[in-house]
Nanobody
Framework: QVQLVESGGGLVQAGGSLKLSCAASGRTFIIYTMGWFRQAPGKEREFVGS????????YYVDSVKGRFTISRDNAKNTVYLQMNSLKPEDTAVYYC??????????????WGRGTQVTVSS
């Protein structure tokens, strides 16, 4: 199994930046793709983007393209979500997920518990 733990959430003003981390542990060698999702109050969980664990190629949804950057540190088994130019509509609980297969839009074989991001106007 794989365990995922997110950190780095918090309160930030609109236009500001925040960097989330997702630390993976356990059988990390089975991870192929990792991704980030978010869920705003009263809304469905939304896929944000993904990164290939080995190759490092990334994919983003249009709403965050150019503002969010996903990176990884394989030595630390950690994936990051750098969020710039934050908007109030980015307010959500952000979740990290991992897949055992080479997906682009992550399915979510494994999930973290999430970290709250609040962007004030």
């Amino acid at each position: 199994q794989v365990q995922l733990v997110e950190s780095g959430g918090g309160l930030v003003q609109a236009g500001g930046s925040l960097k989330l981390s997702c630390a993976a542990s356990g059988r990390t060698f089975i991870i192929y793709t990792m991704g980030w999702f978010r869920q705003a109050p009263g809304k469905e969980r939304e896929f944000v983007g993904s990164i290939k664990w080995r190759g490092g190629s990334t994919y983003y949804v249009d709403s965050v393209k150019g503002r969010f950057t996903i990176s990884r540190d394989n030595a630390k088994n950690t994936v990051y979500l750098q969020m710039n130019s934050l908007k109030p509509e980015d307010t959500a609980v952000y979740y990290c997920a991992a897949d055992r297969s080479p997906t682009v839009v992550v399915i979510g074989d494994y999930w973290g518990r999430g970290t709250q991001v609040t962007v004030s106007s």
